[in-house]
Structures are given as structure tokens and as C-alpha cells.
């Protein structure tokens, strides 16, 4: 047998991963325990908005303190949303292509309506990250938010808290975001349970556990992220005495 077609009899083992069913689980399970640590930490770091202006801006202005270290970061990221969604997206493909028709009854019933949207929900989020990058870090969608500066020992720096609350004392972009948290809520809700599935995590005896462990994660995001918007709305966090932009 000569070497090609040895080759194309047993691919490589990263050919084999990313050909099997199973591979791709593991990649989208990989990716999607990275993105979940990025959901949380992110949180973490924007609820320090509660903290104060200085609190938050100090945050910012060490994070993008990191230069390259902050790239890699990036870099990291997207590649880890690219691999999610083309493994994810490749999976229902080949799903949707060995059953094209739909069982009357089935386990869809069973898998219930988060494991079935999982596809629309996770690219929903993705719109929405695009969007909010646009909003918060290109500053693409509004370009004032650039003049906002505050001091920071005796340094002139980005105003990343009166950003948050003006960008949040609009009801509707409030309201996009509570909606579009509750839909990335969802989509962990069910793709945490995978993940633990895919990792090997389940069993009979943990599996109620896990399952529950995986909503209270999923309720702790939403809940988090949402008290920004609901605490800008509700007046908790103001903006600094007579600021406008
Ligand atoms: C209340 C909700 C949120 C607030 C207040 C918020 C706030 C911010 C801010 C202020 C930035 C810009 C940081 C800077 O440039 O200094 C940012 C960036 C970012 N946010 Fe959010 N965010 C929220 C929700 C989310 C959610 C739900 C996700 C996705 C899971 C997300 C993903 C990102 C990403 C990927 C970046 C870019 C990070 C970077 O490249 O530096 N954010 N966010």
C-alpha cells in the first residue's frame, strides 16, 4: 500500500477528531467551557460598576493596560467562538442530513425546546456580540461615548462607567440587552448539560445534580448581567453630578 493511500485509510488524529461526531462534540464542549469562563469573568469585571466610577474605570484602564497580553486574549476568544459555531453548526448539518424528515412523535418532545434552539439561540448571541462590541468597544454606533474621559490618579482615561450608564439609560438598547442575556441564559442552560455529557461528567447518579447545576450557572449570568441595565434604569447608578455628553 503506498504511503497516500495509507494516509487517507487512517487520517491524522486531529483529521480523525474533527471528522467523527464525537470530536466535534468535544470541540464545541472545549470552546464553549472557554467562552462560559470569558460569560462569567466579564460579569464579574462589569459588576464593579456598583463600586463606583472609579472602581470600574480603574478595571478598564488595567485591562487594556495588558497590551499585547490583551490581544492574545482577544485572539484567543474569537478563535474559540469560530471553532464553537463551525463545530456546532457543522453537527446540526449533519443531523438535519440523516434525518431529513421529522419523526411525528419524538425525542424532540423529549430534548426539550433549549436543546432544539440551540443553533438560534447561540447565533443570536453571536449578533448580539457583534453588536455590542460595535456599542461599547469600537464604539462604532456612537462615537461620542469617545469624549468621555474622567481623572484616575491624576491620569485622564477612558470613562467606562458613564459610558455603561448612558448607554443603559436608553429603555430600548436596555431592554435589547435584558432580552438578548436571557436568550445567552438560555443557550447555557442546555449547552452546559452538554458540555458535562460531552466531558463524560454525566452519570445516572449525578445527572440531576449536573442538570441543576447547569440552570443555577445559567441564572447566576442572567441575573448578573441584567442588574446592570435594571439598576441604570431604576436611577441606582447615576451618572457623576451634571454630567452630560
Ligand atoms: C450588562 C451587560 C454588559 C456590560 C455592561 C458590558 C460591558 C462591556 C464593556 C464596557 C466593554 C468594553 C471594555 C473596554 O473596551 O474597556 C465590553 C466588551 C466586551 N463584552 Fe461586554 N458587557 C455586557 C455584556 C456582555 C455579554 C453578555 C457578553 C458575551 C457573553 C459580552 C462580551 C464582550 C466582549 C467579547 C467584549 C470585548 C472584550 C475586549 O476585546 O476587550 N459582554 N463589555
Redesign the pocket.
Known sequence: MSSTELAQKSPGLATGLTSSSIGKKLFVAITGAALLA??FG?MVG?LQ?FMGQDQINKY?HA??GLGAA?WVI?VG?IVMAILHIWFAVKLKLENWKARPVNYAYSNTVQAGLASRTMIWSGLLVFSF?TY??LH??ILATNPEYKSLTAMLNGQEV?D?YS??IYGFKQPLISGF?IVM?FL?AYHLSHGIKSMFQTLGLNNERYEPKLNKLAIAIATIIFLG??S??VAILAGLVKLPGGMTI
Open positions: 470569558f460569560a466579564h462589569n460598576v478598564a485591562l487594556q490583551l482577544r476568544l456580540i455590542h462590541l461599547f468597544t477612558h467606562v459610558m455603561i440587552y442575556m445567552l448581567y441584567i446592570i441595565p
